[in-house]
C-alpha cells in the first residue's frame, strides 16, 4: 500500500477539536518502559500509545526496511518546525506528535489484577533448550548424544530443530476499564476529517498495550 505522508510536513494547525472515546473490549496491559520481572501496567495509556494507536488506523505503523525512512521524515519536520522530538521510553516516536495536541483527559475507574503472560525469549543456551515446549523429534540423538549442560543452540545439529522463541510464563499487570477513555484532541481540519473517515474503518486492529489489548474507538469534532 502506498502511504502519501505529504500533509505530515504541513505547519502545524490546532484549529479544531475533537472528542476521542476508547472502549476496552479486553483487559488492557499497558507497559511503558522496559520491564524487569515485572510487566507493571499504568493505570491510561501514554501519548505515545495513543499516537500509535491512531497511527495503526491509518496504517501509518512502518516497520522492517521502512524504518530508517520513518526516522528521516520524523526528523525533517522537526527541523522544518523547528520542534523537538518526543520520544517514549522504549524508542518510539510518532508522526502526529507535531500534529495532534492531546489537551484533556477522562479517565474510567478501574479494576486491577496480575496475571502470567507467554512472553517470547530467546537464548543460544540450555535456557533454549528446556524453556522450548516443542521441537522436531529429531533432535531427540542429538540430546541424548550430548550432556545437556553442553548444549548450545547454534549447534548446526540442533538448531533447525528448535523454534525462534521459546514461551516464558512472565507475571504481568492488568486493568479492566469500568468505561470509557474520552479525550479531547486539537489538530487540524485536514487530520480531523481523516480521523473520522479513518476509526470508521481502520486499516489494521486497533489496540494498547499488548496487542491482545482490543479497544474500539470513537472520534467526533467539537463545536
Not at 2 to 9: A, T, Y
Not at 159 to 171: A, D, G, K, L, R
Request: with cysteine; proline share 6%.
Amino acid at each position: 500500500m502506498n502511504l502519501n505522508l505529504d500533509f505530515l510536513l504541513e505547519p502545524p494547525d490546532f484549529s479544531v477539536r475533537g472528542k476521542l472515546t476508547i472502549e476496552a473490549l479486553a483487559p488492557l496491559s499497558m507497559v511503558s518502559s522496559m520491564p524487569g520481572k515485572y510487566y507493571r501496567c499504568q493505570p491510561e495509556p501514554t501519548n505515545e500509545m495513543l499516537y500509535g494507536m491512531i497511527e495503526n488506523a491509518f496504517g501509518f505503523h512502518l516497520t522492517g526496511k521502512t524504518d530508517k525512512e520513518r526516522d528521516r521524515l520524523i526528523k525533517k519536520i522537526s527541523q522544518k518546525h523547528k520542534l523537538e522530538i518526543q520520544t517514549s521510553d522504549v524508542g518510539f516516536s510518532s508522526f502526529l506528535q507535531f500534529h495532534i495536541r492531546i489537551s484533556t483527559r477522562c479517565i474510567p475507574d478501574l479494576i486491577h489484577y496480575d496475571d502470567y503472560w507467554s512472553r517470547h525469549a530467546k537464548h543460544t543456551d540450555k535456557r533454549h533448550i528446556d524453556g522450548s515446549r516443542n521441537y522436531d523429534f529429531k533432535a531427540i540423538p542429538t540430546l541424548n548424544r550430548i550432556k545437556r549442560k553442553e548444549i548450545e543452540l547454534n549447534d548446526k545439529d540442533i538448531i533447525e530443530f528448535f523454534p525462534q522463541y521459546y514461551i516464558s510464563p512472565t507475571p504481568r499487570g492488568y486493568i479492566v476499564p469500568q468505561g470509557s477513555y474520552k479525550y479531547v484532541l486539537e489538530t487540524s481540519a485536514k487530520i480531523s476529517k481523516l480521523l473520522i473517515e479513518t476509526l470508521e474503518n481502520p486499516i489494521s486492529p486497533l489496540y494498547l498495550g499488548s496487542n491482545d489489548g482490543w479497544i474500539e474507538v470513537f472520534y467526533e469534532e467539537l463545536g
